[in-house]
């Protein structure tokens, strides 16, 4: 501060910062930019994934407590159904297992119904599984090719930094600064894209193996139970109890002397 008053003081005007982020990509034309307009795409994309998926993941986390509780209570598969979201994947199993059950009675081959029914359910996993699976090979991408493409705007901008030094005739600071700021700029901004898509990539497929590990064991429930005509269910968990209102205590009888009534 005490510079900048002697420099007004003087008549002189305070020197410019000319190697600012936005002078680099100035300076490094539509290749640069085209290069931060790719990555920006790929942390916005990474981050839109992350986020839908997360939703998208805990609302089948959260519909499984009224499985637990609910809908093995329930008489029978149907009426279990009817207790559940008409667009959870838990309703979709259920579903697919009744109309397995109906489509075998009308087969005139000799294909055992648990064959039949356990492929159906299996192919009901598949595409739950399948649905929840969208998006992160988009955040592998990102993860294995953000830093590249990082790499790529710094090479660039290295070689403009030896084409300045050639033309200036030597490697004064003013001619390579402005090049070498934007190839360091390049790599940063690759990598704080890769990081989080491999973190959100890694931390979504655990996700998605608790929720097949739950799809899996539902289904055999469910293969249990049509084959048994509802005798074989899992455990239900007990639903948790009303806390009851404290009750009052009891009234004092009166007491009375002996041959004294009491008073009234």
């Given at each position: 501060?005490?510079?900048?008053?002697?420099?007004?003081?003087g008549g002189e005007?305070?020197?410019?910062?000319?190697?600012?982020?936005?002078?680099?990509?100035?300076?490094?034309?539509?290749?640069?930019?085209?290069?931060?307009?790719?990555?920006?795409?790929?942390?916005?994309?990474?981050?839109?994934?992350?986020?839908?998926?997360?939703?998208?993941?805990?609302?089948?986390?959260?519909?499984?407590?009224?499985?637990?509780?609910?809908?093995?209570?329930?008489?029978?598969?149907?009426?279990?159904?009817?207790?559940?979201?008409?667009?959870?994947?838990?309703?979709?199993?259920?579903?697919?297992?009744?109309?397995?059950?109906?489509?075998?009675?009308?087969?005139?081959?000799?294909?055992?119904?648990?064959?039949?029914l356990h492929g159906?359910?299996?192919?009901?996993?598949?595409?739950?599984?399948?649905?929840?699976?969208?998006?992160?090979?988009?955040?592998?991408?990102?993860?294995?090719?953000?830093?590249?493409?990082?790499?790529?705007?710094?090479?660039?901008?290295?070689?403009?930094?030896?084409?300045?030094?050639?033309?200036?005739?030597?490697?004064?600071?003013?001619?390579?600064?402005?090049?070498?700021?934007?190839?360091?700029?390049?790599?940063?901004?690759?990598?704080?894209?890769?990081?989080?898509?491999?973190?959100?990539?890694?931390?979504?497929?655990?996700?998605?193996?608790?929720?097949?590990?739950?799809?899996?064991?539902?289904?055999?429930?469910?293969?249990?139970?049509?084959?048994?005509?509802?005798?074989?269910?899992?455990?239900?968990?007990?639903?948790?109890?009303?806390?009851?209102?404290?009750?009052?205590?009891?009234?004092?009888?009166?007491?009375?002397?002996?041959?004294?009534?009491?008073?009234?």
């Amino acid at each position: 501060m005490i510079i900048n008053i002697l420099a007004a003081a003087g008549g002189e005007a305070a020197p410019q910062n000319k190697f600012g982020f936005v002078e680099a990509l100035n300076q490094g034309g539509i290749i640069a930019y085209s290069i931060f307009a790719i990555l920006v795409i790929m942390s916005v994309g990474s981050f839109y994934i992350l986020i839908t998926k997360w939703l998208e993941q805990q609302k089948i986390l959260n519909q499984y407590k009224a499985i637990r509780t609910n809908f093995w209570r329930a008489p029978s598969l149907k009426e279990g159904a009817a207790k559940l979201d008409k667009n959870s994947a838990w309703r979709q199993i259920v579903d697919d297992g009744l109309a397995a059950e109906d489509q075998h009675g009308k087969m005139t081959d000799s294909l055992e119904a648990h064959d039949w029914l356990h492929g159906s359910l299996a192919r009901s996993e598949a595409a739950v599984n399948s649905k929840l699976a969208g998006g992160l090979p988009f955040l592998a991408t990102v993860g294995a090719t953000a830093p590249f493409v990082g790499l790529l705007g710094t090479v660039i901008g290295i070689y403009r930094a030896l084409i300045a030094i050639g033309l200036a005739g030597s490697a004064s600071i003013d001619k390579v600064a402005g090049p070498v700021g934007e190839a360091l700029i390049m790599t940063a901004i690759g990598l704080l894209v890769a990081v989080p898509a491999v973190l959100a990539y890694n931390w979504l497929q655990a996700r998605n193996k608790r929720i097949a590990e739950l799809l899996s064991g539902f289904s055999t429930d469910i293969l249990a139970n049509i084959n048994s005509k509802g005798a074989v269910k899992p455990a239900v968990q007990a639903a948790p109890a009303a806390k009851a209102a404290p009750k009052a205590p009891a009234a004092k009888p009166a007491t009375t002397t002996a041959g004294v009534s009491p008073k009234k």
